[in-house]
């Protein structure tokens, strides 16, 4: 498997056969045991692993904000209260994962990877379609542990740079990938982060009102949803917040986080439903 | 008559060490340089598309001369070297070091053997470091054996010719804009002791900058940043060193 344990220690043929800028294909050829989906399925019956819950996104004229809470949970315990569950994919797009952790952080990790490889093989990078592609078919080869009760689902944010707009993607189980406009949610809590978005997204918002927005959509899926970790002013664990515009992803530092979510706290100390919308 | 003709070993070596040679002299010449925040590295190359430089991982670039299908066809090969070694174990695992010695196994293995023709390339690995002394580059004859170097390398076409130039007027700390102004002067010399002169739209630079903030420390220096370089570099050449000093510190902040 390792380059330089073949008897000659020169580069075996895989890695020179000329043709391919996927890293998942050359994995394929050279060591399929370590592609995700080539590895038998562990037996039928329920298997207890953490799982992450919600993640939001939505987008604003100058880019695109994507969200998650920090909880996962095996069951009705809470497993981890701090997991991080949005990545930077590559410096114009970003990804969050909902359901099972292990496997999904494995997803992105290749994931990452595949966009890395691609763009040091080509000397350009993926289109942002191509990335989510890319996405899909990984997703795809999930399925027969998703079979297992093992889905990963992630969403998908990126700024196109040839069309200068930041855009979003969600996926299902199989894979199927489809683009949403405005604002989008994946996970346990996305119900209720979907309709808190839909009340309270605008066309117009600017950077900071969209950062506020996520966070209130994660605060109202915290609030129905048990597997959905509202911010813990406690112990100073906040959502991560992530944002990508044409000068690439960014994370907001927990500073940042903790003044969006104090000023929402605040706020629902006098209104604990959080802003209103009009009625008519 | 169908009895093959001895040749001696050291004669077939020496035929194809002497073939590879002449292969890799046809080509321009790639220098790298070490210099404060890292590494950089310039080659003569008109092509925007056809890279002579590249990004291999984090810390490592590769630069090579020779022929293009094979040097390609390496780099592409250490790409898919280092990015699974980084997948399987972790990203720090992943060094110049042994991906130079991929190189040397893989380059030593074509020469030696009969059945193939040897590879025209040399290549340069090198590897930034949290401080210059941590800093490797490793130069790759075209037979297999490596060349641990330091401070400033020269390969290609002239490259005798250039790196005695370059051991002469390189030295430690040189920013920036002094390393790549070096570069360009020792490139600009001909083989009959003649200079031209190569402007930004005839050089591919690159840098490993340990400065960088992303975990990716490979840079190309592109257009208007590159020109405003070679400018703050070059112009005052012929000036006294003090102003050639001021100007170099001015184009560093840009």
């Known amino acids: ?280 | 008559m169908s009895t093959p003709f001895y040749v001696s070993p050291q004669q077939a070596m020496a035929d194809r060490a002497e073939y590879a040679r002449k292969g890799i002299a046809r080509g321009r010449s790639v220098v790298v340089l070490q210099y404060t925040d890292g590494v950089v590295f310039v080659a003569e190359n008109p092509s925007r598309a056809l890279h002579k430089v590249s990004e291999i991982y984090d810390r490592i670039a590769f630069a090579a001369v020779g022929k293009y299908n094979e040097f390609e066809n390496l780099r592409i090969g250490g790409v898919r070297y280092a990015d699974l070694r980084g997948y399987t174990y972790d990203r720090d695992d992943v060094t110049a070091r042994g991906l130079a010695n991929v190189y040397a196994q893989t380059l030593g293995t074509i020469f030696s053997s009969a059945a193939e023709k040897p590879y025209e390339v040399e290549l340069i690995v090198a590897e930034v470091g949290a401080g210059p002394e941590d800093d490797q580059i490793y130069r790759l004859p075209h037979d297999g054996s490596i060349v641990d170097e330091h401070g400033s390398v020269a390969v290609g076409g002239n490259a005798d010719q250039i790196s005695s130039y370059l051991d002469q007027r390189h030295r430690d700390g040189m920013t920036l804009a002094e390393a790549l102004k070096l570069a360009v002067e020792s490139l600009t010399r001909d083989n009959n002791g003649g200079e031209r002169t190569l402007t930004a739209e005839q050089l591919e630079v690159a840098v490993l900058d340990r400065t960088r903030p992303q975990q990716r420390k490979f840079k190309r220096l592109l257009g208007r940043q590159l020109s405003r370089l070679l400018d703050g570099g070059t112009a005052p050449a012929d000036s006294e060193e003090t102003e050639a000093d001021t100007d170099e510190s001015d184009s560093t902040e840009g």
């Open chain 1, 1 to 280: 498997m390792e380059a330089n344990t073949r008897s000659t220690g020169r580069l075996p043929a895989a890695f020179l056969t000329p043709g391919s800028s996927s890293f998942m294909d050359f994995l394929g050829a050279h060591s399929p045991q370590l592609l995700p989906g080539n590895r038998p399925l562990p037996p039928a019956g329920a298997i207890e692993a953490p799982h992450g819950t919600t993640i939001v996104a939505a987008s604003f004229p100058g880019g695109v904000v994507l969200a998650g809470d920090r909880r996962a949970t095996m069951g009705n315990v809470i497993a981890q209260r701090d997991i991080e569950k949005v990545f930077p994919a590559d410096e114009y797009s970003a990804v969050g994962i909902a359901g099972t952790a292990g496997l999904a952080v494995e997803m992105v990790k290749l994931f990452q990877l595949e966009l890395e490889h691609f763009e040091k093989v080509e000397g350009v990078q993926l289109s942002l379609e191509g990335k989510a592609n890319r996405l899909s078919t990984m997703i795809r080869g999930n399925l027969g542990m998703a079979m297992q009760g093992l889905a990963v689902v992630p969403l998908f944010a990126g700024w196109d740079v040839d069309r200068q707009k930041g855009r979003i993607f969600s996926y299902d189980v199989t894979g199927g990938r489809s683009e949403e406009h405005g604002f989008a949610a994946t996970g346990s809590g996305s119900v209720f982060a979907r309709g808190s978005l839909k009340k309270l997204f605008r066309e117009n918002l600017t950077e900071s009102q969209t950062t506020t927005l996520v966070v209130q959509a994660l605060y109202d899926a915290a609030d129905d949803d048990s597997a959905t970790g509202g911010p813990d002013l406690a112990r100073r664990i906040y959502p991560i917040v992530t944002v990508i515009t044409d000068e690439g992803f960014r994370k907001l530092t927990e500073a940042q986080c903790s003044e969006i979510v104090r000023a929402i706290h605040d706020r629902r100390l006098e209104e604990p439903d959080g802003p209103r919308a009009a009625l008519l």
